[in-house]
T-cell receptor
Framework: QKEVEQNSGPLSVPEGAIASLNCTYS??????FFWYRQYSGKSPELIMS????GDKEDGRFTAQLNKASQYVSLLIRDSQPSDSATYLC??????????FGDGTTLTVKP | GAVVSQHPSRVICKSGTSVKIECRSL??????MFWYRQFPKQSLMLMAT?????????EQGVEKDKFLINHASLTLSTLTVTSAHPEDSSFYIC?????????FGPGTRLLVL
């Protein structure tokens, strides 16, 4: 079992729809959770961080964390073609290196 | 967010030569930096953790004598790919973690001919 697992994708949604990206992790001691976006040929950029159970909203993005279920998700509302990218889930146990999932590729079709 | 820079952004070299990539934290001090490699359409692979003033910690399967890491100051880590071969051609990305959040540099694309 991988430490951090994401939907393999690819995920395709029409413009304006909600895109839902999911991630599960195996280490119950995980404390910090991150979502990164990576455009083709570019390095990852941080979108959201979440540390406690519940929802965290930032513009069109909402991160959801459920530590009991070891599950973290990212919702993108009103998806735009510019959201088309690979989304990486990252989990940190201590204040050290993060473990990354393999990523889910999202395509938003106009 | 925090700013991490890398230089060069792109490098082409001949097989057998060595290539140095620099990673700098521009607005914070970083006692720890990370080096990743990413092949096309594959996920990030952590190569090593760079520690200021001490030896780097390499991930399993990464040759420490081939990928030399030097973290000489709180704002600079370097990765040297020694005796590069075409199979070392990849996208190399560094990152640093101010305040528990990892920020990535823009990456260096290495092509070994």
């Amino acid at each position: 079992q991988k430490e951090v697992e994401q939907n393999s994708g690819p995920l395709s949604v029409p413009e304006g729809a909600i895109a839902s990206l999911n991630c599960t992790y195996s280490d119950r001691g995980s404390q910090s959770f991150f979502w990164y976006r990576q455009y083709s040929g570019k390095s990852p950029e941080l979108i959201m961080s979440i540390y406690s159970n519940g929802d965290k909203e930032d513009g069109r993005f909402t991160a959801q964390l459920n530590k009991a279920s070891q599950y973290v998700s990212l919702l993108i509302r009103d998806s735009q073609p510019s959201d088309s990218a690979t989304y990486l889930c990252a989990v940190t146990v201590n204040a050290g290196k993060s473990t990354f999932g393999d990523g889910t590729t999202l395509t938003v079709k106009p | 967010g925090a700013v991490v820079s890398q230089h060069p952004s792109r490098v082409i070299c001949k097989s057998g030569t060595s290539v140095k990539i620099e990673c700098r934290s521009l607005d914070f001090q970083a006692t720890t930096m990370f080096w990743y490699r990413q092949f096309p359409k594959q996920s990030l692979m952590l190569m090593a953790t760079s520690n200021e003033g001490s030896k780097a910690t390499y991930e399993q399967g990464v040759e420490k004598d081939k990928f030399l890491i030097n973290h000489a100051s709180l704002t600079l880590s370097t990765l040297t790919v020694t005796s590069a071969h075409p199979e070392d051609s990849s996208f190399y990305i560094c990152s640093a973690m101010p305040m528990e959040t990892q920020y990535f540099g823009p990456g260096t694309r290495l092509l070994v001919l």
